[in-house]
């Protein structure tokens, strides 16, 4: 049989106003036509970052007259070169009353083009926190004519005097939080596609720990029981992998006991153990309990633990804290923590209070070499040689 025959002949050819009909939409009810769609998305690439710069002994400031500055030093965002500059006197005549303070950009090439910034500047108070109150972000093109852009009237001196939330020990901090727009462009956005959600391992590790369903371990701290999973445990720590199923693993032990820890530091590493993060209790960094965590990640090998506490622990320097926290870092090979302290205690005005805490009085009889390195980088910043 003909297979044409099955379906009957073909039908006529469309005439041009039928054709017309099919591609105009009001020749169709409502919802019955759909016109092709597509769509396009403008992305702007920028780089963000934040420069704080101290100003020590303010009160000698005052008195140098309008338009004369201190600077900061030079620090890279979006691939220019940028400083922030203080003006205790005013930038201007006229301004005797304020204080002024300005972000200055540094061309590369005397040939590029301006530079889209946005930015602000303002003075944290004594506590190293914003103050409630803060300058507006201010939008400017930098560029050879016209390298500067910032606050004439950046705060009243009468607001800078003894007492105020912003001085401490007669050092003031000015923070610069800069974003450098790099360029823009438009891609044409792909439609239909698949919404893919990020990943949630994290979490159900998490709840893995937290259910203790399939755990194969216990672990007894200061007479509190902890549940886990050999298996993880091995995968996320050297030590742990050698207890548990090394040479001289505790074949019949479910049981381990774990001395010279709080349960609360027990419980943080296994936390990060699981999910790769820190708890909520320790992401702050200014509190004793980071340290502690820094102790078990050191203990455990859990490296990027113990970098992680690194890191929270240097951004939370102060007087109160650096000397335990610089012995700390000495204990346990902390390189870049210990670095930090010692820049921190080395600042103008600085070792002298340090000197006077509790702390300070066990770094020196815990650690007594390390106060020829201070005193080392004390004597470098004062004679303003380059120091390493």
Same mark, same amino acid.
């Given at each position: 049989?003909?297979?044409?025959?099955?379906?009957?002949?073909?039908?006529?050819?469309?005439?041009?106003?039928?054709?017309?009909?099919?591609?105009?939409?009001?020749?169709?009810?409502?919802?019955?036509?759909?016109?092709?769609?597509?769509?396009?998305?403008?992305?702007?690439?920028?780089?963000?970052?934040?420069?704080?710069?101290?100003?020590?002994? #303010?009160?000698?400031?005052?008195? +140098?007259?309008?338009?004369?500055?201190?600077?900061?030093? &030079? !620090?890279? *965002?979006? %691939?220019?070169?940028?400083?922030?500059?203080?003006?205790?006197?005013?930038?201007?005549?006229?301004?005797?009353?304020?204080?002024?303070?300005?972000?200055?950009?540094?061309?590369?090439?005397?040939?590029?083009?301006?530079?889209?910034?946005?930015?602000?500047?303002?003075?944290?108070?004594?506590?190293?926190?914003?103050?409630?109150?803060?300058?507006?972000?201010?939008?400017?093109?930098?560029?050879?004519?016209?390298?500067?852009?910032?606050?004439?009237?950046?705060?009243?001196?009468?607001?800078?005097?003894?007492?105020?939330?912003?001085?401490?020990?007669?050092?003031?901090?000015?923070?610069?939080?800069?974003?450098?727009?790099?360029?823009?462009?438009?891609?044409?956005?792909?439609?239909?596609?698949?919404?893919?959600?990020?990943?949630?391992? #994290?979490?159900?590790?998490?709840? +893995?720990?937290?259910?203790?369903?399939?755990?194969?371990? &216990? !672990?007894? *701290?200061? %007479?509190?029981?902890?549940?886990?999973?050999r298996c993880v445990l091995a995968f996320r720590s050297?030590?742990?992998?050698?207890?548990?199923?090394?040479?001289?693993?505790?074949?019949?032990?479910?049981?381990?006991?774990?001395?010279?820890?709080?349960?609360?530091?027990?419980?943080?590493?296994?936390?990060?153990?699981?999910?790769?993060?820190?708890?909520?209790?320790?992401?702050?960094?200014?509190?004793?309990?980071?340290?502690?965590?820094?102790?078990?990640?050191d203990r455990y090998g859990a490296e990027r633990l113990?970098?992680?506490?690194?890191?929270?622990?240097?951004?939370?320097?102060?007087?109160?804290?650096?000397?335990?926290?610089?012995?700390?870092?000495?204990?346990?090979?902390?390189?870049?923590?210990?670095?930090?302290?010692?820049?921190?205690?080395?600042?103008?005005n600085m070792l002298g209070p340090i000197m006077e805490?509790?702390?300070?009085?066990?770094?020196?009889?815990?650690?007594?070499?390390?106060?020829?390195?201070?005193?080392?980088?004390?004597?470098?910043?004062?004679?303003?040689?380059?120091?390493?």
């Amino acid at each position: 049989m003909d297979a044409r025959s099955v379906t009957g002949p073909p039908p006529p050819p469309l005439s041009a106003g039928a054709l017309a009909d099919r591609r105009d939409p009001s020749a169709f009810p409502d919802g019955c036509f759909r016109l092709p769609k597509t769509s396009s998305t403008s992305l702007t690439k920028s780089f963000t970052a934040v420069h704080d710069f101290r100003v020590t002994d #303010y009160s000698l400031l005052e008195g +140098m007259g309008f338009g004369r500055y201190v600077s900061s030093s &030079t !620090f890279s *965002v979006g %691939g220019s070169d940028w400083a922030v500059r203080f003006y205790p006197d005013g930038a201007t005549a006229g301004l005797l009353g304020d204080v002024s303070a300005f972000l200055y950009y540094y061309s590369r090439d005397r040939d590029a083009p301006g530079v889209r910034a946005r930015f602000t500047l303002n003075l944290l108070e004594r506590d190293g926190k914003m103050p409630p109150a803060s300058n507006p972000y201010m939008k400017h093109t930098f560029s050879l004519a016209s390298d500067n852009w910032g606050f004439t009237k950046f705060m009243e001196k009468s607001r800078l005097q003894q007492g105020s939330p912003y001085l401490d020990r007669d050092c003031l901090t000015i923070r610069c939080v800069l974003t450098v727009v790099i360029d823009s462009r438009t891609v044409d956005n792909e439609m239909n596609s698949v919404v893919v959600p990020p990943s949630n391992l #994290y979490q159900d590790f998490g709840e +893995m720990l937290s259910d203790g369903e399939g755990a194969d371990v &216990t !672990f007894t *701290v200061d %007479g509190q029981l902890f549940h886990a999973h050999r298996c993880v445990l091995a995968f996320r720590s050297p030590v742990f992998r050698a207890a548990l199923f090394g040479p001289m693993k505790e074949k019949a032990e479910n049981l381990i006991k774990i001395d010279d820890m709080e349960p609360a530091i027990f419980e943080a590493l296994l936390h990060f153990i699981y999910t790769d993060r820190l708890p909520d209790s320790c992401s702050d960094g200014r509190n004793v309990a980071m340290q502690h965590l820094l102790v078990a990640a050191d203990r455990y090998g859990a490296e990027r633990l113990r970098l992680l506490c690194e890191s929270k622990l240097s951004e939370a320097i102060d007087v109160e804290t650096v000397a335990t926290t610089l012995a700390l870092a000495e204990q346990h090979n902390c390189s870049q923590l210990r670095r930090a302290c010692i820049e921190f205690m080395a600042s103008p005005n600085m070792l002298g209070p340090i000197m006077e805490t509790d702390g300070f009085n066990h770094l020196i009889a815990s650690c007594p070499l390390v106060m020829k390195e201070i005193l080392d980088k004390v004597s470098c910043i004062w004679s303003g040689k380059q120091c390493r």
